[in-house]
DNA sequence: ACACTGTATTGACAACTTTCGATATGATGC
DNA sequence: GCATCATATCGAAAGTTGTCAATACAGTGT
């Protein structure tokens, strides 16, 4: 039984997929996971100062840490005197729920 | 009111992100989600030659993104005659919930 | 205006990733 | 054995990322 063939490709839609490896790429650094789930752990806000404070990373690392997730929207941050407070974004968790929803969706039962 | 000084760092845990980072790292490219997508959605396995097939990629940089799925335990692969069927890892989807549960774990209410 | 403090940006470098062509490995069939 | 097909690995090129030192920017207090 030699001659079966391999299977046609699956139609799947091409570019949904790089918007939530955007998501996945500002979750790929465990100083990140850190910052976040200080975040997610915090009552409020808090300040840059307590990263650069916390983490072993030169302060421009934490910016530049803290400007990928600015920028993959899973913070956000506010700007009070000197320092800069950051909060973890609302629909965190929910944005990463969906795009894990869409990457397992179940094929439709018949 | 000026002299608020920043609060201390939190004692989170060290390495426990790094082991999700590699998670995250393995679903952070377009092309990885699109093969974890479609095994999500077959039936049964898939035959490597189907993603040489649908993806836009050389059949060694197919291989290269399933070592690092398999590598992150995301799928499973069996040989059979000369094809490799590949298959999502059964705990793939708890995996990934679980490293987001750590993440976002809510701080403990009072 | 100036000095000072906290944060962001720039520029550079090393490390890692994605990609491919070439080659190796493994299995089938003659 | 040899030819053939499917997959994996190797090695190199191009691109991206994490990091830091130096510098710029923004706000405070004098």
Chains 1, 2 share one sequence.
């Not at 063939?5 to 998501?23: D, H, I, N, Q």
């Not at 850190?34 to 916390?54: K, W």
Request: aromatic share 6%.
């Amino acid at each position: 039984m030699s001659m079966q063939r391999c299977c046609p490709p699956k139609g799947l839609p091409r570019e949904v997929f790089t918007e939530s490896a955007v998501l996945f790429k500002a979750l790929a650094d465990p100083h990140r996971l850190t910052i976040l789930a200080t975040l997610a752990r915090a009552d409020d806000e808090i300040c840059v100062c307590d990263f650069t404070d916390g983490l072993p990373l030169n302060q421009p690392t934490v910016s530049h840490h803290l400007r990928i997730l600015r920028e993959a929207d899973l913070v956000t941050c506010e700007r009070r005197g000197t320092w800069v407070y950051y909060r973890l974004a609302d629909d965190a968790r929910n944005r990463i729920d969906r795009a894990l929803t869409t990457l397992f969706k179940q094929k439709v039962k018949a």
